[in-house]
């Protein structure tokens, strides 16, 4: 799930009884040019867009039969999904396709994502426990971790420590260095299950969502403890 979690909660409470388009809403991401937010419609099989003031829902783009939308995220004028075994992209100014990529005709999930500041899309593969690595300008790509993970799901760029922070939906919390690619485990057992998405604030402080409890936990930068939950009852 995408990392914009607390955010959707904040934003999205009571959005059932806005409007009924929503149909399995899987994940979002903030668009802060032009004030909006892209939901990935995954009962819908398309990606929505609602404008962050008046609140009105559209369709930004279609063509989901094969999978997903899951994870979302922008870089630049480009809005990246997650689409089964396929990487989309397209257009955040006209909604247009701009390509449509096979990363694993195998067993392959693609869930999560997020960006570097040097390219690069960082990429979990939930089935086929892996993580891959995208170069956006090349647009060639790589099993960047491809051992030692169970069901990877969200995951976030820490440019400080220069790694990825991701969950797995075994409850596990672990770190993948963008230098060396070495997995570390934050956190073996975090009391969670079926943890499926990771954001985190401007100060560092880390929020996983779950689906057993079905809450969102803080948890401070040094993973030392749940510092908080956040809310309940999701």
């Known amino acids: ?10 934003a999205f409470s009571g959005a059932t009884t806005f409007s009924q388009t929503y ?36 369709v930004f783009a279609t063509g989901f039969s094969g999978g997903g939308p899951h994870g979302l995220e922008i870089v630049n004028d480009t809005l990246y999904a997650c689409a089964g075994k396929n990487l ?3 257009n955040i100014n006209n909604g247009s396709a701009i390509f449509d990529i096979n990363i694993n005709s195998g067993t392959c999930f693609l869930n999560g994502i997020t960006h570097d500041n040097s390219g690069n899309l960082y990429i979990t593969d939930y089935n086929g426990n892996k ?9 060639q790509f790589n099993a960047f971790v491809s051992s030692g993970l169970s069901g990877p799901n969200g995951i976030i ?18 770190s993948v260095s963008l230098t060396d690619s070495t997995v570390t485990t934050l956190v ?5 299950s079926s943890v499926d998405g990771i954001t985190k604030d401007g100060v560092g402080n880390y929020f996983l969502s779950s689906w057993s409890p079905t809450r969102i936990t803080r948890y401070s930068n040094t993973f030392t403890s749940p510092t908080a939950v956040v809310t309940t009852g999701l």
């Open 131 to 139: 993580i891959y690595r995208f170069d956006i300008t090349t647009r």
């Open 1 to 10: 799930m995408k990392k914009h979690l607390l955010a959707f909660v904040l």
């Open 188 to 192: 073996a057992s975090s009391g969670l």
């Open 23 to 58: 149909n399995s809403p899987e994940s979002i991401e903030f668009d802060y040019v032009n004030n909006r937010w892209f939901i990935a419609n995954n009962g819908g099989d398309n990606v929505l867009t609602r404008n962050s003031t008046t609140g009105a829902l559209a």
């Open 88 to 90: 989309k992209a397209f």
């Open 157 to 174: 760029f820490d440019q400080p420590n220069n790694r990825c922070v991701f969950v797995q939906w075994t409850g596990a919390i672990k």
